[in-house]
Every structure is written in C-alpha cells, then in structure tokens.
C-alpha cells in the first residue's frame, strides 16, 4: 500500500511539472507555459485544512406537512320497508322520493361529522358541523320511501319531497331556520312551525288540517280541507288564502298574521295587534276582537 501511494503522488509530481505548454499561432513556436512549482501545489494540497475544502453545497428541500385526505365513502344502501318517519337535525339538503318500490337512502360522500341511524320505523340523520360555503359544504342526500307519515326538521336544514304517499296522513313538524316544500297531492294532518323556516305545500287533500306557528316563520298551503284549525303567535305568519275549507277557527295573537278561504263558516280571534283577513263572504261568521286585533274582509271572490 505504502509503494502504491508513492506511485500515485509521482504521477501528480510529473503531471505538474511536465505540462503541455500551448502553441502560438502567431510566432509558430511554443510559448513557455506559466512558471509553476509543482512541490508548492502538491505541498498546498497535502496541506490544506479540511475546512478549507470545497465541498458541493447541499439543497435543503423542505418537506411539506402531510395531510391526510378526507374519509369519503360512497353510500347507496337500503333500509327497512317500515321505514315512514323522518327526523333530520342539522344543515342537510334532503330530497324525499315518494312512491318508490324500496325503501333507499343514497349520497354522494360520507361525511366524518354525518350520522345517519335506523330504529324501529324511523330515520334519523344529522350533520354536526356548521355549514359555510367555502369549507364546510351541505350533505345532500336523497331518500326513497314508500310511505311518509312524520317529518321533523330541526337547524338550516332543506328539505323537497316529491310524489309523496301520505294515505295515513302527514305530521309537519319544524323547530328550525331552513327550508322545507313538498310537492304533489300531500294528505297533511298536522303542522307545527316552532321556528322560522318557510313552510310551502302547493297540493294539500285532507279532511282536517290543524296549524300551530308559534314564531316568526312562514306557513303556505294550497288545496282543499274540510276543517281548518289555526293557531298563530309571536309574528307568525299563516298563508292559507288559497286553502278552500268548509270551517275554520281562527286564534291569532302578538302581532300575527292569518289569511284563509272559509266557504262555510268562520270563527276568527284576534288579539294583541295581530291580523285575521278572510277572502269570501263566509255562511256563518263569529269574530271576536280585543288590545288591537282584527279581522277584516280584503275581498270576495279570490
């Protein structure tokens, strides 16, 4: 190894001190290479401190923070035939399908925060986070059942049924800020807005409907009924102007607002400065009126 290492350092020894010198076009002739002393450079390089080195400067690449995606799992399953109550809480877009062969709930994702729970005849679905447009986003998810005989709705929830079967009869019940419109011919039996969502039932078949607002929210129903019960409180506002009934009673308070159709007979209450406005001339009228409270004729015919 010794002998080896001394071989090397005579090859550097002669590389140095016996270079090309380079050729001079103009003067044809060799020009005398650059004096150099090729002890010192090997003596400078056996010398030289490692701190003095060159040495390749490193890229430091920082590694970004690893993120772990979102839980989305596809969802399409069935659920049991008995299934004909709905409660939702929270802020989900639901689209019930009415008249389907099988009972079906089906969504785009899974949501980490999103429950959904079968028990006895019953659904129960509800979303915890609170929803923005830019991070949170609405579940939406669509529901197919045979039946509907109860519907609650609590949060900002939106909620659209379609071709519902209501032949048992369909209790309405909203404690909630959202939206909630059921289309087709809908055998409604009972409403209860405790909160401030729109409320709108375009083709309403029943024999009796009893309406309970009790805060500032919106109630509109069209169709026909045979006897109409309505309880209006704390600026509620009743639309059933286009809601023909053979009887109705009318108990409004605290600034609350009824219109109605009565073509039989009509007993209206009014109080508190709140407002009955009725829309024919009805058979029978009993009207009673006290600390403000009316309960006018705004035309006939309509």
């Excluded at 209790?171 to 009972?190: A, F, K, M, S």
């Amino acid at each position: 190894m010794k002998r080896f290492g001394t071989i090397c350092v005579l090859v550097m020894v002669t590389q140095l001190c016996f270079a090309s010198m380079p050729y001079n076009s103009n003067s044809r002739s060799y020009s005398s290479p650059t004096p150099r002393s090729g002890c010192s450079l090997i003596k400078r390089y056996i010398m030289q401190r490692p701190s003095e080195a060159p040495r390749p400067r490193s890229r430091m690449v920082r590694a970004s923070p690893y993120v772990p995606p979102i839980k989305r799992i596809p969802l399409n399953r069935t659920i049991p035939a008995c299934v004909d109550s709905v409660f939702i809480k929270g802020g989900i877009d639901l689209q019930i399908m009415g008249n389907q062969p099988c009972n079906r709930i089906a969504l785009r994702c899974a949501y980490e925060d999103l429950t959904v729970k079968v028990c006895n005849n019953s659904i129960y679905i509800s979303y915890n986070k609170p929803v923005s447009c830019n991070q949170n986003q609405r579940p939406q998810i669509r529901l197919s059942l045979s039946s509907l005989r109860q519907l609650v709705v609590a949060g900002d929830s939106c909620v659209r049924g379609c071709n519902l079967n209501t032949c048992c009869g369909l209790e309405l019940e909203n404690c909630g800020c959202g939206t909630i419109c059921l289309e087709g011919p809908v055998q409604l039996v009972r409403v209860t807005n405790s909160g401030s969502a729109n409320i709108c039932i375009p083709n309403v078949r029943s024999d009796h409907i009893h309406i309970l607002a009790t805060r500032a929210g919106v109630v509109r129903l069209r169709g026909s009924t045979n006897l109409l019960l309505i309880r209006a409180f704390q600026e509620a506002y009743v639309d059933t102007r286009f809601l023909c009934s053979n009887t109705a009673m009318v108990q409004a308070s605290d600034r609350a607002l009824v219109t109605l159709k009565p073509l039989g007979s009509l007993q209206a209450f009014a109080s508190g400065m709140s407002n009955v406005y009725y829309y024919v001339t009805p058979g029978n009228l009993y009207q009673h009126t006290m600390i403000s409270g009316n309960v006018f004729q705004m035309g006939d015919g309509w």
